[in-house]
């Protein structure tokens, strides 16, 4: 069984699902799911902002490790992309499901957000958060709720098409450190540079907003401190500028 398992060990990620595929042994499930376990922390990190208020790392952990192994069951490698990239997006639905059913996700949050863009868009760039709520009739906790929620989507949007750019190379991901393989090094560098090229096409506060969250990792009140206006309107700048990177993505890819 000892020696079993250093064959294993031996083969890569794309072997160990071809082989479990034909024998449907526990013990290369297993395996399997431990050399994957690293996506599901990667994406609970990535993702805490959108659980933070209602469950633990250590729920979406085990929650992942469970999406995991039906994943390895479901994933048809003529049908779907990578594993990794298919196991990632089943992870992400997983922990949004989640956070649905701890009712902190409302059912119908994309209508919501399309009501409330396409109201701003009516009223104009100098609408307050207030009277936008006040005219589609929604209270403003809940407003700014989900506008904090479409921000985070956003971002996990574009990350994700980076994330099917680097897939759309036909990437060989294996267990080991990503940061040794060169090739995976120079795409993602080659996706960065795109990513700094579309931050540079941002308006000069938009660049700024961008800059303080996610390189100086302030939050929105500091960030509201230091331009002097108040913390809704830098959430408003921050949303448009993640549209406008999603777009200039979206055209590159």
Do not use: C
């Not at 922390?41 to 995991?68: F, P």
């Amino acid at each position: 069984m000892i020696a079993q398992t250093e064959k294993l060990k031996d083969k890569t990620n794309e072997e160990l699902l071809e082989l479990y595929q034909e024998s449907k042994r526990l013990d290369i499930k297993q395996e399997l799911v431990m050399r994957y376990l690293y996506i599901v922390k990667t994406i609970a990190s990535q993702m805490r902002g959108v659980y933070a208020g209602s469950l633990q790392m250590e729920d979406i952990i085990n929650e992942g490790v469970i999406a995991i192994m039906k994943g390895i069951d479901r994933y048809d490698p003529e049908r779907d992309n990578k594993f990794e990239t298919f196991i990632s997006r089943r992870i992400r639905g997983m922990i949004i499901d989640l956070v649905r059913k701890n009712d902190w996700m409302p059912r119908d949050f994309r209508k919501q957000v399309r009501l409330m863009e396409e109201t701003r868009l009516k009223m104009g760039s100098d609408a307050t958060d207030e009277e936008i709520a006040e005219h589609i009739g929604m209270d403003v906790k809940k407003y700014r709720k989900i506008q904090s929620m479409s921000v985070i989507m956003n971002v996990l949007s574009l990350d994700m098409l980076v994330d099917d750019e680097e897939e759309h190379q036909s990437l060989q991901i294996s267990s080991k450190d990503l940061s040794s393989q060169p090739e995976k090094a120079f795409l993602r560098e080659e996706s960065r540079q795109i990513l700094a090229e579309a931050v540079s096409s941002l308006k000069e506060k938009e660049q700024m907003v961008i800059s303080l969250y996610y390189v100086e990792e302030l939050n929105m009140g500091q960030i509201a401190g230091i331009l002097g206006v108040s913390e809704p309107r830098i959430s408003q700048i921050h949303s448009n500028a993640i549209r406008r990177l999603k777009a200039y993505m979206s055209n590159y890819i």
